[in-house]
T-cell receptor, first 116, second 112 residues
């Protein structure tokens, strides 16, 4: 009965490879997010979808491509992985996209990506 | 850049002392300010929040205060314990005020 889940938990891969991370939420939320957390612990937002539509697309290399097949799922595909992509990637969801209580974000457990 | 600033970036206190983390924001239209705690290797989790119709909210050893005039809000932890050691994030209005934006985080270390 996990609220926000991500797979895989750990991902170790070589430079140049392509990989995907999957996220699912069973909270009935409309909005989902991808964050990158580097060694400095900053939570940098990458993308956000609301009802399957892209609403936030921060300055992220176009090697990163999100996909939302339905509002309960948000996947992240990364092409041509680079050393600097090593980080923990968190998925999150919220009821809606507002800055109020309905915008409270609930996080998945994270995916630790290591690029060798 | 984003519109939520958080200070300090690191904070070390002795067990039993108090810890205070401050955040400032620029969008005066916002009415909701949550705080998250992220333990080592874990996900950020909501620990307390405050809405703009109150100036202070308390939950056991943690409290949040909000000063809307000065546009800042603070997390107060009293009688700190080793398990309080974590990274704490505030969140507030981002660009355009229509989404929550996270502060840069505070690494709190409670020393024995």
């Amino acid at each position: 009965d996990t609220a926000v889940s991500q797979t895989p938990k750990y991902l170790v891969t070589q430079m140049g490879n392509d990989k995907s991370i999957k996220c699912e939420q069973n909270l009935g939320h409309d909005t989902m997010y991808w964050y990158k957390q580097d060694s400095k612990k900053f939570l940098k937002i990458m993308f956000s979808y609301n009802n399957k539509e892209l609403i936030i697309n921060e300055t992220v290399p176009n090697r990163f491509s999100p996909k939302s097949p339905d509002k309960a799922h948000l996947n992240l595909h990364i092409n041509s992985l680079e050393l600097g992509d090593s980080a923990v990637y968190f998925c999150a969801s919220s009821q809606d996209f507002t800055g109020g209580p309905r915008g409270t974000q609930y996080f998945g457990p994270g995916t630790r990506l290591t690029v060798l | 850049g984003e519109n939520v600033e958080q200070h300090p970036s690191t904070l070390s206190v002795q067990e039993g002392d108090s810890a205070v983390i401050k955040c400032t924001y620029s969008d005066s239209a916002s009415n909701y300010f949550p705080w998250y705690k992220q333990e080592l290797g874990k996900r950020p989790q909501l620990i307390i929040d405050i809405r703009s119709n109150v100036g202070e909210k308390k939950d056991q050893r943690i409290a949040v205060t909000l000063n809307k005039t000065a546009k800042h809000f603070s997390l107060h932890i009293t009688e700190t314990q080793p398990e309080d050691s974590a990274v704490y994030f505030c969140a507030g209005p981002g660009r355009g005020g229509n989404k929550l934006t996270f502060g840069t985080g505070t690494q709190l270390k409670v020393e024995l």
